[in-house]
């Protein structure tokens, strides 16, 4: 076994830890660091897939994810769970330990999924399509368990991350993609602003039960 | 030799004609007296309805103003329709000039056509009676048409024809003898005749009574003439059913209209035939006083199931037969 | 520099000038003027294809043509909107709105013209945030709970499309190594058949659920009857039918390629299934949703779903015909929706103003008394979304069904049933509308230019729908072939 | 090229076709008489149904249907609104039960459809409670070319595919699902047709009661051709084509009448009406000559197919087992029925409406028609002579369509003779016209009040409530038969069996369908997650084999 293959699948697993605990946070900050640890284990591993296929843009991409994602992301975040003082637990749509038996099922689905698909392929890209997917779908099941706009948005920026896993595992894959997915993260983060700001003006809290209301009024 | 037998059928369809319209004031005459003498009257004579008549075309003809100008036509329609069924049911004697045209169903759109006239004249004058006893006679004739088709189809299936005449002649000729579906068929058949001629148990035609009669109800209104016309296509009515169950029920004996020789032997057994039903006729009726309007619909029912169980049973008998 | 790129960069450039400059009034008019220049362009596309990243096969000549001539017509009719609604907006917001009309019909036609599945991803996703700012426009509640909703479920729907776009780059390193041609839909379909068919099945189940959420078939369509209701209405209805045309054709040249692996034998399965599960469960759904629907635009978006449902369903049955049909279909049926949210939009400000809010059915009852042209174009476009015989549609419709019994007969009673149930909800709301009541003191008005122009969509439709030119019918049939 | 795109329209017209083009004319050009010569919406609903006739193949047959269908929708929404989406409904079914079956190959199952999806247009068994409530609501002129036409071409198409294009693939049960699909419209028609207050909707239920007849004419035809008796089923089809043209005369004279009594009087309730002879003599004459067909008296147009189709049963019950025996007589009951309670329906439509006194100052005041009614009624009045007093000429005139449906068969000859009739009645009425003439004088009195009071000044015709009521005339038949089959509620049991019952599941899935749609934000991110999840298991169980 490679050193390259160990090491990439020490980072993937450490990605896939975090995106696991963050089912599990109740507060915000800890979701914020949770996530942050994650961006910057991406970017390490994004520099060593650039070193291993010696291809140069990934080592643009891990600098991109490590600038934005891992550095500025999280210094937003925090500024706005501070100026909405969102110190206390947020409230979970469905009870922890489900989510948590749930998000096991779900890594389970993922390598039944994959691995016996891409038997042909190289054992790595096996691996890290069986790990990326895994922690999109625990980022999807993170967004269906939280009431909250920003737990939401979090759960949003882990799948984020783990197409991004994804996307540096491809052997050659062409640099458009890099780009488009710093675009995606960038543009996010402005509209999801926005909308944090607007939705502050129109009701006290960032909880979407104040959005649930007026649909449940029905038009 | 075809020439002469046309020639003997056509002078026969005319005595039959004739003799028809002539007989049938004589039949009510007739039941009229036998009804007073089971009750112990003397009664009236038996030419009394010819007087009747006679009185009713010489007195004036009173139209009411509210009577639209279709007045006078309702009682022409009735009586031309009763005539012409009385014209194609074969009394004395079988094979007539009009016996292709004497089709069941025909017959039976005749008397519908009858009573439809009764009732638009029941209607005519926009007053309460007329009205009330349309709607029980139409409620009495809805059940009465749904059994006298059931019934077409037993005499259908067992002469293989359609017109009564054909009816006639193949009883006759075969020896049929009584079977338990004729049986039905007759009970049926009698309870229709009772119904359509406005006889006891559905209307009872000597009273006067505003509240219970049917057919009298419709011709409050008329007088003179047209009610002449309408008593005698009354009169006309009971010969025909009276025709129409001898042909079916007792055709043995029945003339030819081709052999002139047997014309006398037939008129005997028609007049014989009708005295016969007028007894039973008044015997039944002394029996048995009116029904409520309400009861008829099931008294009907029964004779439909009657009708329908004389067709199931010919099936078995044709089975079991061989 | 092919037509095709020029179409592409063309409206972005003019984004840009509309986002920084000019009064509402000029905006409207820039938008006019992109938008017909705009159109020119993509006439001409047909006579220079050209190659490499972006190039149009014959579906996007077809469509690219298609998306020219209604952007060019909404753009016409949105004159008479700015002018209406001029205080419903401030400048800048105005800026915006025209920036994103001009950035969402470029990302239609770079997602029709992208031959890079890449390319085309990028598309889809610059479309959905134009539109997403589009819908947000409004600083109402509703607005922003619609513009929340539309970004979340877009934004899972691109992320799954990312997914599954890297997993067909992934089964297509057998046949085609690393690099640019792994990505192009020309080579990938090219050699279809020695692509890793495992693979492929789980990419297409990604993409059609990532493209499927941009088509909104059921159960992937929670954004867009509320997207629909909110925002000015020739971006967020009428150009935002576009949008629906690039994913369903996305989705028809990734089944082509799932179909062809699985004829040849890749070991991918028959791509039929998933598309006919999808359709019918939007036509049953939209089915029961439609009657309790008050609001004309939220009723006419869950119209939409019902019919990207139906040209799913003929995309899955398979087979030149059905294909054939589908196309039809979604030609007839942009062409409709444009001009009936045309006319919509001209009715709703005829009855006070066409604000977002302002399109109750019980606000447009009796429209023969303010308009009696107006009120008989918009009678039309809605009769013929209900797809009996003098609509278009007819003829589509007829064409799906009878392949239908014929290619997969167990799928044709929950069809028909789903066809009943929309079209009598649709004809429902006629009857209130031409000969309804009208609200007091209503004078008649003139009918303005939006109505002509519906009136000519209309016209185009019974064209094509029952007169279809030869030329017109070869080139579909050979698209419909060469896809099969 | 015009038509489906590739394949474009075709025209064929046979004998079948030419037939029943040929019946639409008469009222289609006295509809257009009858006041409805300006609406588009009119001119498209023939040109659907011709193009309908004439197809060659079967996307023209069914754009000629559907076509039909729509514009007529439009009409219905025109004139109320209520019953429009209802008819709309129906209308699309029956599209949606016909272009499957036209590509299934010839068997079963496409004739269960074409029966089901034809049958619901032309108002058969299982869906026919909606044609009384859609049927009255456009103008009178378009009622009329509804009843005698548009329901006339969903038989044609029952026909056409029943008897010509699967001809060879014809089973007995065939017929005998057609024969149970007319006794019950036939029954139920007659049975409303009798208790219906409303004029129109009596006349929609008659129409629903003559589709029964002919679809019991149809079905006979089909079974004894079937079973191989080639010249009982030339009777049945003689009994069924003599009906649908006896039909498309008299019914639309009937609809455009009562169209000029509700412009005449501003109502077509019978309980307002009454006394119409006085003010509309020549309305009433050809109304009269209409209710004698519906009520299929002997000399009047409908009597023919009646005399037909008795005959065409009767001789049915001759063959087959038990079970035919019990059915056949059992249908001969119901058809006898529902003979009395249609001439029951006319004989009310002319005595309550036309004779008697006034029931309202309307009623009382109403000026006679003229122009265009009065010719497209003469016009229709005129055509019924000859189907009355001629019916062998017309029957001579429709072997060919016989031949065509049913191959290798001879027409039989017709046992009716009505010129016949007609003499000896007419030598009856002359004879006792001479022997009255020289009676007593006649005179003009006031009737008897009948033991009521005077009627108040204001009433100058009489007390309305003296006189018996549309009603109250129905009443002994309602209470007899109608409480049995109508309930208490006089619901028609196709409504009560069939629409009710779809209606609450719609109502329920519509409930369904509002929690689905009003999801929140998360709610919607589960189904997608979930679909997804699913779709993923499937997937790895599918690969994984």
């Given amino acids: 076994m490679s050193l390259v293959y160990q090491l990439s699948h020490l980072l993937g697993g450490v990605m896939l830890l975090c995106a696991f605990s963050l089912l599990s946070q109740r507060r915000l900050a800890a979701m914020i660091m949770l996530y942050q640890i994650e961006a910057i284990t991406l970017s390490a591993a994004a520099f060593w897939q650039g070193f291993a296929q010696n291809a140069d843009d990934l080592y643009l991409t891990g600098a991109i994810t490590l600038v934005i994602k891992a550095i500025l992301l999280p210094i937003g975040l925090r500024q706005i769970v501070l100026r909405f003082g969102l110190i206390r637990a947020v409230e979970t749509a469905m009870p922890v330990g489900l989510s948590m038996i749930l998000g096991v099922g779900l890594i389970g689905v993922a390598v039944l999924v994959v691995l016996p698909i891409t038997v042909s392929s190289v054992s790595l890209t096996r691996e890290d399509l069986a790990i990326s997917l895994s922690i999109v779908l625990l980022g999807f099941l993170m967004m269906t368990a939280r009431r909250n706009a920003l737990a939401q948005v979090i759960g949003f920026l882990s799948t984020e991350n783990g197409l991004v896993l994804a996307a540096t595992g491809m052997p050659g894959m062409p640099f458009v993609a890099e780009l488009s997915v710093a675009l995606l993260v960038l543009l996010a983060f402005l509209v999801v602003g926005v909308f944090l700001l607007r939705i502050r003006e129109h009701f006290d809290t960032l909880d979407l039960t104040g959005l649930e209301d007026i649909e449940r009024l029905g038009r | 030799m075809s020439f002469l037998i046309l020639l003997a059928r056509v002078i026969g369809s005319f005595a039959h004609i004739a003799l028809v319209l002539a007989a049938a004031p004589a039949v009510i005459g007739l039941v009229g007296v036998l009804r007073a003498r089971l009750l112990g009257r003397r009664g009236p004579a038996i030419w009394q309805p010819y007087a009747r ?96 088709l059931v019934l077409l189809l037993t005499f259908g299936l067992i002469a293989h024809t359609q017109t009564v005449d054909g009816i006639a002649e193949a009883l006759r000729a075969s020896h049929i003898g009584i079977s338990v579906s004729l049986g039905f068929a007759l009970a049926a058949m009698l309870a229709i005749a009772l119904t359509e001629t406005g006889r006891i148990p559905a209307d009872n035609p000597a009273g006067h009574l505003e509240l219970a009669m049917v057919h009298e109800a419709m011709l409050l209104e008329y007088s003179g003439g047209l009610l002449a016309l309408f008593e005698y296509a009354a009169m006309l009515r009971l010969i025909v059913w009276m025709d129409l169950i001898g042909t079916i029920f007792l055709p043995f004996g029945m003339a030819r209209a081709q052999d002139v020789l047997s014309w006398p032997g037939g008129l005997a057994l028609w007049a014989g035939k009708l005295l016969v039903m007028a007894v039973a006729l008044c015997l039944f009726e002394v029996s048995t006083a009116k029904m409520r309007v309400f009861r008829v619909p099931e008294f009907l029912g029964v004779a439909m199931l009657l009708g329908v169980l004389s067709s199931v049973f010919l099936f078995v008998a044709a089975r079991i037969g061989g | 520099m092919s037509f095709a790129a020029l179409g592409v960069s063309l409206p972005f450039a003019a984004a840009i000038l509309a986002g920084l400059w000019g009064t509402p009034a000029q905006g409207a008019r820039l938008n006019a003027v992109a938008g017909g220049l705009v159109f020119l362009v993509t006439l001409c596309v047909p006579f220079g294809p050209g190659a490499g990243l972006i190039h149009a096969d014959g579906l996007g000549m077809l469509f690219g043509v298609l998306t020219g001539f209604v952007s060019f017509t909404t753009a016409l009719s949105n004159l008479g909107f700015v002018r209406l609604g001029e205080a419903q907006l401030s400048l800048r917001r105005w800026r915006v709105y025209h920036a994103m009309c001009l950035v969402l019909v470029g990302a239609t036609l770079l997602g029709l013209y992208a031959d890079d599945i890449g390319l085309l991803w990028v598309a889809v996703e610059g479309a959905t945030i134009a539109a997403t700012l589009g819908v947000s426009l409004a600083r109402t509640a509703s607005a922003l709970e619609a513009a929340w909703k539309y970004f979340i479920l877009a934004g899972v729907g691109i992320a799954l499309a990312l997914f599954g776009t890297m997993l067909v780059y992934l089964a297509a390193q057998p046949a085609l190594g690393p690099g640019l041609p792994a990505l192009s839909f020309a080579a990938l379909s090219a050699h279809a058949g020695r692509l890793d068919g495992a693979l492929l099945t789980l990419a297409f189940v990604f993409l059609l659920f990532g493209y499927g959420t941009k088509a909104a078939l059921v159960p992937l369509h929670g954004w867009l009857p509320d997207a629909y209701a909110e925002g000015p209405a020739p971006l967020t209805t009428a150009l935002s039918g576009l949008m629906l045309n690039v994913a369903l054709v996305a989705i028809l040249r990734f089944r082509h390629l799932m179909q062809a692996n699985a004829v040849a034998g890749g070991g991918a399965l028959a791509p039929g299934p998933f598309l006919i599960t999808l359709g019918l469960a939007s036509l049953l759904l939209t089915g029961f949703s439609l009657p309790r629907r008050r609001d004309a635009r939220r009723f006419f978006g869950f119209s939409s779903i019902e019919h990207s449902g139906i040209v799913a369903f003929a995309f899955g049955v398979g087979g030149v015909m059905a294909i054939f049909g589908g196309l039809l279909h979604l030609v007839l049926h942009t062409l409709v929706k444009s001009a009936l949210f045309q006319a919509l939009t001209r009715a709703a400000a005829m009855r006070g103003d066409a604000s977002p809010g302002q399109f109750n059915f019980s606000r447009l009852r009796g429209l023969a008394q303010s308009n009696k042209f107006l009120a008989w174009v918009l009678a039309a476009c809605i009769f013929t979304l209900a797809g009996l015989p003098p609509s278009g549609l007819f003829a589509s419709e007829f064409i799906i069904i009878s392949q239908t019994i014929q290619r997969a007969p167990w799928a044709s009673l929950p069809l028909g049933a789903g066809l009943l149930l929309c079209a009598v909800a649709i004809i429902r709301k006629i009857g209130p509308l031409l000969f309804g009541a009208a609200p007091a003191r209503t004078q008649a008005q003139p009918a303005g230019g939006a109505a002509y122009l519906a009136g000519m969509h209309l016209a185009l439709t019974l064209g094509i729908g029952f007169a279809m030119p030869w030329a017109l019918y070869d080139l579909l049939h050979g698209i419909a072939a060469g896809l099969q | 090229m015009i038509g489906l795109p590739g394949q474009g329209l075709h025209w064929r017209v046979d004998a079948l076709s030419a037939l029943f083009l040929v019946i639409l004319i008469p009222q289609v050009v006295a509809g257009a008489l009858a006041g409805m010569r300006g609406s588009v919406a009119y001119w498209v609903f023939v040109a659907g149904m011709v193009l309908a006739l004439a197809a060659g193949d079967a996307f023209t047959l069914i754009f000629g249907f559907e076509l039909m269908s729509a514009a007529s929708w439009l009409l219905v929404v025109q004139g109320d609104r209520r019953p429009a989406t209802l008819y709309g409904g129906v209308a699309i079914f029956s599209g949606a039960c016909l272009i499957p079956a036209l590509f299934l190959q010839a068997g079963g199952l496409a004739f269960g459809l074409i029966l089901l999806g034809a049958g619901a247009k032309a108002g058969l068994a299982p869906l026919h409670s909606w044609l009384p409530r859609a049927h009255p609501a456009p103008a009178a002129g378009v009622s009329a070319v509804m009843s005698g036409g548009m329901v006339k071409v969903a038989l044609y198409v029952i026909i056409r595919y029943g008897f010509v294009v699967f001809g060879p693939a014809v089973q007995p049960w065939w017929g005998t699902a057609l024969i149970a699909a007319g006794v019950a419209p036939v029954l139920i028609g007659a049975l409303r047709a009798m208790l219906e207050v409303e004029l129109k909707t009596m006349l929609a239920c008659s129409t629903v009661e003559h589709v029964g007849l002919i679809a019991v004419g149809l079905g006979l035809a089909l079974r004894a051709k079937a079973l191989g008796d080639v010249g009982l089923a030339a009777l049945g089809l003689q009994a069924a ?173 017709l046992a009716y003779a009505p010129l016949a009739l007609a003499l000896l009645m007419a030598v009856a009425g002359g004879a006792a016209w001479l022997v009255l003439r020289n009676a007593g004088t006649r005179r003009e009195v006031a009737a008897w009040q009948g033991g009521f009071g005077p009627a108040p000044a204001w009433l100058p015709f009489g007390d309305p409530a003296t006189q018996p009521s549309a009603t109250g005339f129905a009443e002994p038949v309602w209470r007899a038969i109608g409480l049995g089959i109508l309930g208490p509620g006089q619901v028609d049991p196709g409504e009560a069996l069939v629409l009710a019952p779809l209606a609450r599941i719609n109502t329920r899935a519509a409930r369904v369908a509002e929690r689905i749609r009003r999801a929140t934000v998360r709610q919607r991110l589960a189904f997608v997650f979930g679909a997804l999840v699913a779709a993923l298991m499937l997937l790895g169980l599918v690969q994984g084999r």
């Fill in chain 4, 241 to 413: 084509l003599l009906c649908v043209v006896a039909h498309a005369l008299f019914k639309p004279l009937l609809f455009i009448g009562v169209g000029a009594v509700k412009a005449a009087t501003g109502t077509s309730s019978l309980n307002w009406l009454g006394g119409l002879m006085r003010g509309m003599p020549r309305l009433g004459g050809l109304m009269l000559a209409g209710a004698a067909g519906m009520a299929a008296l002997p000399l009047g147009p409908g009597f023919a197919p009646e005399f037909l189709l008795l005959h065409a049963v009767l001789a049915s019950a001759g063959g087959g087992g038990i079970l035919a025996r019990i059915g056949f007589t059992a249908l001969l009951a119901a058809l006898g029925l529902s003979a009395a309670l249609a001439l029951g329906a006319g004989v009310r439509l002319i005595g309550i409406g036309f004779l008697g006194r006034p029931r309202s100052l309307h009623a009382a005041a109403a000026e006679d028609i003229g122009g265009g009614t009065l010719a497209g009624m003469v016009l229709l009045a005129g055509l019924c002579v000859p189907v009355a007093l001629l019916p062998g000429f017309v029957l001579a005139r429709l072997a060919p369509v016989i031949i065509l449906a049913v191959p290798g068969t001879v027409p039989p000859a």
């Fill in chain 2, 53 to 148: 008549l006679r009185r009713l075309l010489r007195k004036d003809v009173l139209t009411p103003e509210t009577a639209t100008d279709l007045f006078p036509l309702w009682p022409y329609v009735c009586m031309a329709a009763m005539v012409t069924a009385a014209a194609l049911v074969p009394g004395f004697c079988t094979g007539l000039v009009t016996a292709p045209l004497s089709d069941v169903i025909t017959l039976a759109g005749l008397l519908a056509l009858a009573r439809a006239a009764t009732l638009l004249a029941g209607l005519e004058t926009g007053f309460g009676f007329g009205g009330a006893g349309a709607a029980r006679d139409l409620l009495f004739s809805v059940f009465v048409e749904a059994s006298l």
